[in-house]
């Protein structure tokens, strides 16, 4: 059989970076891959929102395709037979037309467009309607309580009825210096942090102010990502991690807040990133609100491919990538609603397929290797969440789980990182099998950006289970750095969660099928071996998973 043109290319890459090593990995077709980006990634699967048309089409989709590449389902127990999916339980919400937010400045009143000077998302702490009149406003630094580094921004200030603004990220992201890893984004950055926070001390509301550079995204992507229907695992207590009203607000909108209350923001900022600051009360300045929220628990789902391994069964392999993106949103200054996700994540979920397909066609590796599609990571890492805290196969006994994001469909790179850079034995095992490729590792570029807390391997990580989330280089054989970070910035500024990230012709796809080679073999060598790789022990997460170690005799 004639094999297309651009399988000729990969192949002739593959043997130009290392050619003893093609002939033993798989050859992952880059049409193939191209095929399946463009179907998940078209209008027709509506942008892949849980709980819609299409996640219907999304899951039938991937489905099929791991039934005629051979794996098994290994997802929910039904009357003794394993399901295709796990079934994934979410709180669902939605606000109901347009919501009127107002700020006060003394006797001078401003009306709030929602997407313009705030986006506001809909309520998660259980409420259905949102009736706030003239809460006080306070500004409580960068939102963190961290007992730990000795550090409180809130300092003992009853917050409960007032709505608090903050800033994203770390207390020493601008200097590079202090308690919080200087560049590198703790938790305590990450937006979700910052509303559990909020709760847990009692604000009305919390409003994050939004800046690119410390943020790592423009204000279109806040617009997209929060103004839509907002997705929560099912809780107990919502209100114990949410309070009533979150929401981010524009840059230049806060400093004019500020100043309108007497106050420098510049300053402010400037004080919140020491020990010593104290939260201050914008005086005379108050917000109301008022929408509607329609909540309801509906159903998603984790869609689950297996391979039993031949001697170790109960021993697991992971690999994983989220299938879902925005759906349809707000339109762009085309009309465009339709929020594709071409590149977030229709590449990581064609990987995962194909991936399937190469082990399949192999002689069964001795442990089982699940290829796990999840749910709802654009609202939280919800879908890994739910699989991570009811795991279909024991975390304990799981090796390790390997993440593929937003993988870049162009030409091969002479690189690859990965979402952070935490010590541990499975990166190691990635950094000296990519050397077989003469591919070299680049640190997390930009750690600032906290993509460690963003990607799905996350919840396995901080129960203990060995994960990397798989990041594609920039130093591209065609055009090397300039090129790669010319690419990586246009698509953050012009692509990323917006409708223009759509499945493009001219994309090769023969980076990502190189690239594949690599993941597969570190995934194959720890289902063939009988290796339990850990953390560093200097790692957060180590003592979890040592906690399960008389599991794995």
């Not at 109301?288 to 984790?302: G, M």
């Given at each position: 059989?004639?094999?297309?043109?651009?399988?000729?290319?990969?192949?002739?890459?593959?043997?130009?970076?290392?050619?003893?090593?093609?002939?033993?990995?798989?050859?992952?077709?880059?049409?193939?891959?191209?095929?399946?980006v463009?179907?998940?990634?078209?209008?027709?699967?509506?942008?892949?929102?849980?709980?819609?048309?299409?996640?219907?089409?999304?899951?039938?989709?991937?489905?099929?395709q791991?039934?005629?590449?051979?794996?098994?389902?290994?997802?929910?127990?039904?009357?003794?037979?394993?399901?295709?999916?796990?079934?994934?339980?979410?709180?669902?919400?939605?606000?109901?037309?347009?919501?009127?937010?107002?700020?006060?400045?003394?006797?001078?009143?401003?009306?709030?467009?929602?997407?313009?000077?705030?986006?506001?998302?809909?309520?998660?702490?259980?409420?259905?309607?949102?009736?706030?009149?003239?809460?006080?406003?306070?500004?409580?630094?960068?939102?963190?309580?961290a007992?730990?580094?000795?550090?409180?921004?809130?300092?003992?200030?009853?917050?409960?009825?007032?709505?608090?603004?903050?800033?994203?990220?770390?207390?020493?992201?601008?200097?590079?210096?202090?308690?919080?890893?200087g560049?590198?984004?703790?938790?305590y950055?990450?937006?979700?942090?910052?509303?559990?926070?909020?709760?847990?001390?009692?604000?009305?509301?919390?409003?994050?102010?939004?800046?690119?550079?410390?943020?790592?995204?423009?204000?279109?992507?806040?617009?997209?990502?929060?103004?839509?229907?907002?997705?929560?695992?099912?809780?107990?207590?919502?209100s114990?991690?949410?309070?009533?009203?979150?929401?981010?607000?524009?840059?230049?909108?806060?400093?004019?807040?500020f100043?309108?209350?007497?106050?420098?923001?510049?300053?402010?900022?400037?004080?919140?990133?020491?020990?010593?600051?104290?939260?201050?009360?914008?005086?005379?300045?108050?917000?109301?609100?008022?929408?509607?929220?329609?909540?309801?628990?509906?159903?998603?789902?984790?869609?689950?491919?297996?391979?039993?391994?031949?001697?170790?069964?109960?021993?697991?392999?992971?690999?994983?990538?989220?299938?879902?993106?925005?759906?349809?949103?707000?339109p762009?200054?085309?009309?465009?609603?339709?929020?594709?996700?071409?590149?977030?994540?229709?590449?990581?979920?064609?990987?995962?397929?194909?991936l399937?397909r190469?082990?399949?066609?192999?002689?069964?590796?001795?442990?089982?290797?699940v290829?796990?599609?999840?749910t709802?990571?654009?609202?939280?890492?919800?879908?890994?969440?739910?699989y991570?805290?009811?795991?279909?196969?024991?975390?304990?006994?799981?090796?390790?789980?390997?993440?593929?994001?937003?993988?870049d469909?162009?030409?091969?790179?002479?690189?690859?990182?990965?979402?952070?850079?935490?010590?541990?034995?499975?990166?190691?095992?990635?950094?000296?099998?990519?050397?077989?490729?003469?591919?070299?590792?680049?640190?997390?570029?930009?750690?600032?950006?906290?993509?460690f807390?963003?990607?799905?391997?996350?919840?396995?990580?901080?129960r203990?289970?060995?994960?990397?989330?798989?990041?594609s280089?920039?130093?591209?054989?065609?055009?090397?750095?300039?090129?790669?970070?010319?690419?990586?910035?246009?698509?953050?500024?012009?692509?990323?969660?917006?409708?223009?990230?759509q499945?493009?012709?001219?994309?090769?796809?023969?980076?990502?099928?190189?690239?594949?080679q690599?993941?597969?073999?570190?995934?194959r060598?720890?289902?063939?071996?009988?290796?339990?790789?850990?953390?560093?022990?200097?790692?957060?997460?180590?003592?979890?998973?040592?906690?399960?170690?008389?599991?794995?005799?």
């Amino acid at each position: 059989m004639k094999l297309p043109a651009v399988t000729l290319l990969a192949l002739s890459l593959s043997a130009v970076l290392h050619p003893a090593l093609a002939a033993k990995a798989p050859v992952f077709d880059p049409q193939r891959i191209s095929n399946d980006v463009k179907v998940l990634a078209s209008d027709e699967f509506e942008g892949r929102g849980p709980a819609t048309e299409g996640e219907t089409k999304t899951v039938d989709y991937v489905v099929a395709q791991m039934k005629a590449a051979g794996l098994q389902p290994g997802g929910d127990m039904t009357d003794g037979k394993r399901a295709w999916t796990q079934a994934v339980p979410l709180a669902r919400a939605e606000i109901k037309g347009a919501p009127q937010v107002s700020v006060k400045v003394g006797s001078k009143a401003q009306a709030l467009t929602q997407g313009e000077q705030i986006a506001v998302r809909a309520a998660q702490d259980g409420s259905t309607s949102i009736d706030i009149s003239n809460a006080p406003i306070v500004f409580a630094g960068y939102g963190v309580k961290a007992p730990e580094r000795n550090w409180d921004d809130f300092k003992g200030m009853d917050v409960k009825g007032k709505v608090v603004v903050v800033l994203i990220n770390d207390p020493d992201f601008e200097t590079g210096q202090g308690d919080f890893g200087g560049k590198a984004m703790t938790y305590y950055g990450r937006w979700t942090y910052k509303y559990e926070e909020a709760a847990r001390q009692g604000a009305l509301g919390l409003l994050i102010v939004h800046e690119t550079a410390p943020a790592s995204y423009g204000w279109a992507t806040v617009k997209n990502s929060n103004t839509n229907t907002m997705f929560d695992v099912v809780r107990d207590q919502p209100s114990s991690v949410h309070p009533k009203m979150e929401g981010w607000i524009q840059h230049d909108f806060a400093v004019d807040l500020f100043k309108s209350a007497g106050l420098d923001f510049d300053a402010l900022k400037k004080q919140a990133q020491t020990r010593d600051f104290k939260p201050v009360e914008l005086k005379g300045a108050t917000l109301s609100a008022r929408y509607d929220v329609d909540r309801q628990i509906i159903t998603s789902h984790n869609i689950v491919g297996r391979i039993d391994g031949s001697k170790r069964p109960d021993e697991t392999v992971i690999y994983s990538a989220h299938w879902d993106h925005l759906g349809v949103g707000q339109p762009d200054a085309k009309g465009d609603r339709i929020y594709n996700g071409a590149v977030d994540n229709a590449t990581g979920t064609a990987a995962l397929i194909e991936l399937g397909r190469a082990y399949a066609k192999a002689p069964k590796p001795q442990r089982s290797v699940v290829f796990l599609a999840v749910t709802a990571e654009e609202k939280g890492l919800l879908g890994s969440e739910y699989y991570a805290s009811k795991p279909l196969y024991p975390l304990a006994k799981t090796v390790a789980d390997i993440n593929m994001d937003a993988l870049d469909p162009h030409g091969p790179a002479r690189n690859f990182t990965t979402s952070g850079s935490a010590k541990q034995e499975l990166l190691d095992q990635l950094i000296d099998t990519a050397k077989q490729w003469n591919l070299a590792y680049v640190t997390d570029p930009k750690p600032e950006a906290g993509h460690f807390f963003r990607s799905d391997h996350f919840p396995f990580a901080k129960r203990g289970v060995p994960a990397i989330s798989f990041g594609s280089g920039n130093d591209l054989v065609d055009g090397g750095l300039e090129a790669g970070k010319k690419m990586e910035e246009e698509y953050v500024a012009d692509r990323y969660h917006q409708p223009a990230d759509q499945w493009e012709a001219g994309w090769a796809f023969t980076g990502m099928a190189r690239d594949l080679q690599l993941l597969y073999k570190v995934g194959r060598d720890l289902a063939d071996s009988n290796r339990w790789p850990n953390w560093d022990a200097s790692s957060e997460f180590r003592g979890a998973r040592d906690q399960s170690a008389d599991q794995r005799k």
